[in-house]
């Protein structure tokens, strides 16, 4: 009995952390992108709030059309992962061609709140001489360092989006080929600026308040 008692504390100390920095790990990327840092504060991420990121990395060649592929799962109170779904192309989506594909969230304005995202990407990569929409990319050094997105709220549509921890895998594909250039994994935490709700145990931990 006390050993199984202990087993139930235990996994709801884990479950219960909070992630307090960016963890990434390389699942089989090829030689040809590499990403030597990735750097994201405030964590956990606060939505809505300013998210600061900095990126370090280089393309070895010209890569063309490429295709990107989302899998995010949210960690639960029982330490078990949820999928979060792709709605209104926000989630666990595939993004078929990635020349096109921040023009597409301006345009197309996903989810009523990715025009301004893609805006702001744009802004990101134009200061450091990349235009997200050529294609193929060359090859080239990239350095972000320190860029401020503002995150929105989440409108109701995304309402998944509940504050905790998640697990993303990113994958990125040569359309031409088929062949794999990017695998990361990542592990983050979220945060909301709302008054925690009970329903939060049940696919995560309870929202937490936040001090602002």
């Not at 709030?49 to 060649?61: E, K, T, W």
């Not at 994994?185 to 995560?204: A, I, M, N, R, Y």
Request: net charge neutral; hydrophobic share 40%; aromatic share 6%.
């Amino acid at each position: 009995m006390v050993g199984k008692i202990f087993f139930v504390l235990a996994s709801l100390s884990v479950a219960l952390a909070e992630i307090t920095q960016l963890q990434m790990t390389d699942c089989g990327s090829s030689s040809d992108v590499r990403i030597s840092r990735v750097a994201i504060t405030p964590m956990p991420i606060q939505i809505p709030g300013d998210l600061h990121i900095s990126v370090d990395g280089s393309l070895m060649r010209a890569i063309g059309s490429s295709k990107m592929m989302l899998s995010i799962k949210r960690k639960t109170f029982l330490g078990l992962e949820v999928p979060i779904p792709c709605i209104a192309h926000v989630g666990s989506c595939t993004y078929d061609n990635l020349c096109t594909t921040v023009n597409q969230m301006i345009t197309e304005n996903w989810a009523g709140i990715m025009a301004g995202m893609g805006k702001q990407i744009n802004t990101m990569l134009s200061g450091v001489g990349v235009n997200a929409s050529q294609c193929p990319q060359p090859a080239r050094d990239l350095h972000i360092n320190d860029f401020t997105l503002q995150l929105p709220s989440m409108p109701s549509i995304l309402s998944f989006f509940a504050a905790g921890d998640y697990h993303i895998n990113i994958k990125v594909n040569e359309n031409s080929d088929g062949r794999q250039l990017v695998c990361m994994d990542l592990q983050l935490s979220v945060t909301e600026h709302k008054e925690p709700s009970g329903s939060g145990w049940l696919f995560g931990r309870r929202k937490r308040r936040s001090l602002y």
